[in-house]
């Protein structure tokens, strides 16, 4: 690095953001994350005795990733690389691994490559890492704001220790907040001060990301004008202005936006309207595609409801249908309403576990022959072919049903669908016993769960 070089690096130290001068250089130095580099945890052995193996490091914006790979570029002996995959290329990589190789055959040093993003790295790049990873050429520390188990490389996951890293707890960022304001790297030169109330609403609206908080403290003592005492006062109506809202943390292609419709979707089946209603708000705030949760409801009510109530599936079209007419925000109450009623509605499925039975039973007999009598008998010759011969009419017989097999010979006593004792498939099953279809499996149950050796149970809306 020559003079201006120098002088360029120290200047860009300089006017970095304060998230960035703030960036904790030791481990002792680290808030929160107590679970994963406490002082009898594994990690923080690992980069104490400076002998780390290849690891990624997963969790959302602001929680520390970067900052624990900076503080085991500081801790190691090793020779440290950073990139960043939205902008490193295989040249890049190819650079690194051509150092690795001359480090450890000729001064048998390690080598650690630090990728940031590393989810952005397509499958050949991380292909070309495989082997060196793989045989210790480099020590591969990766950070990720994705499901490393959805976005990175199996091979890669399988030699790696992956840490997760949760959001920073309030008093955690409170404690980074007043560091801030005190230290040299931070805002110790403008003398400035922030309320208790500040410093609380600024922890909580920062939702565990301690970047955010730091900006929002950085923006707040760039923009306010000293009082009469020469000291800049951050104060809760600076602190608001500063930092709008709570962001709400959601990727419409990333791991929040699973984790969240799964959580819309579970708290349905659950019968639980208030968490559906709080999981379909969350997802309404961060700008989810009102189709996308209109066709996860159709799904549900189906899957989750089936035809204890048929009704649900029902309102879950006449919602989607809806919604795309009306649009938001009104289209808000629409779906709420369907969540609602899928989340009330009782439960069963039996068309869901019906079907996969179904399935799996096609897949593992192949086309079974079908009975003859059940097979078109409508072209000329039919007849003749024994097509159609020896079928029962079911609406010629008394209750519209008559005795009759309609599996395949091989698969005959298979048992598919098995309505449930709850809502319409409890009149389902009532209505097998009334015309005689299989007692012994439609045999009712009293409201203990009980077998009702009389069977009237559910008979009253027949």
Not at 232 to 240: D, G, L, R, S
Request: proline share 5%.
């Amino acid at each position: 690095m020559d003079l201006f070089e120098y002088a360029a690096e120290k200047q860009k130290k300089k006017e970095a953001p304060l998230a960035a001068r703030m960036r904790p250089r030791t481990l002792d130095e680290v808030v929160g994350q107590e679970d994963i580099i406490g002082k009898d945890k594994l990690l923080y052995r690992a980069i104490k005795a400076d002998r780390l193996s290849s690891i990624i490091f997963y969790g959302p914006p602001g929680v520390g990733k970067t900052t624990l790979a900076r503080v085991i570029a500081n801790t190691t002996a090793a020779d440290f690389h950073q990139v960043n995959a939205t902008a490193a290329g295989k040249k890049d990589m190819e650079n690194v691994v051509r150092k690795a190789k001359e480090n450890l055959g000729g001064y048998g040093r390690k080598t650690i490559l630090f990728i940031d993003e590393i989810h952005r790295f397509n499958k050949a790049q991380q292909d070309y890492l495989l082997p060196y990873v793989e045989d210790g050429t480099v020590i591969l520390v990766g950070a990720t704001t994705e499901n490393p188990y959805f976005e990175v490389n199996g091979a890669l996951l399988s030699r790696s220790r992956i840490f997760e890293l949760k959001p920073l707890s309030k008093s955690n960022i409170k404690t980074l907040i007043h560091r801030a304001m005190t230290s040299e790297r931070g805002l110790g030169a403008f003398h400035a001060d922030i309320t208790e109330e500040a410093a609380d609403f600024l922890a909580d609206v920062a939702d565990g990301d301690a970047r955010s908080a730091l900006n929002a403290v950085e923006l707040a003592a760039l923009t306010t004008h000293p009082g009469k005492d020469g000291k800049i006062h951050i104060t809760v109506e600076i602190a608001e202005q500063c930092i709008q809202k709570k962001a709400i943390r959601y990727d419409k292609t990333g791991d929040n936006h699973y984790d969240t419709i799964a959580a819309f979707i579970e708290s349905m089946c659950g019968s639980d309207p208030d968490a559906a209603l709080y999981y379909l708000a969350r997802m309404l705030e961060a700008g989810e595609d009102v189709k996308y949760i209109a066709r996860r409801m159709l799904i549900a009510a189906s899957e989750e409801v089936g035809n204890a109530d048929p009704m649900a599936i029902c309102v879950a079209a006449s919602a989607a249908f809806s919604v795309e007419r009306v649009g938001m925000p009104e289209g808000r109450i629409i779906l709420a309403q369907a969540a609602a009623y899928i989340a009330s509605a009782p439960k069963s499925n039996s068309a869901y576990v019906g079907i996969d039975k179904a399935l799996a039973l096609v897949r593992q007999t192949g086309n079974l022959p079908i009975p003859p009598y059940l097979q078109d008998s409508s072209y000329r010759g039919a007849r003749k072919l024994g097509r159609g011969v020896g079928y029962k009419y079911a609406h010629h017989y008394p209750n519209h049903w008559v005795k009759q097999q309609y599996l395949p010979d091989e698969i005959k006593d298979e048992r598919i669908y098995e309505p449930g004792d709850i809502g319409c498939e409890k009149e389902i099953k009532a209505y097998f016993r009334k015309i005689g279809k299989d007692p012994e499996r439609y045999r009712a149950k009293d409201p203990a769960g009980e077998e009702d050796p009389h069977g009237k149970n559910g008979l009253q809306k027949i």
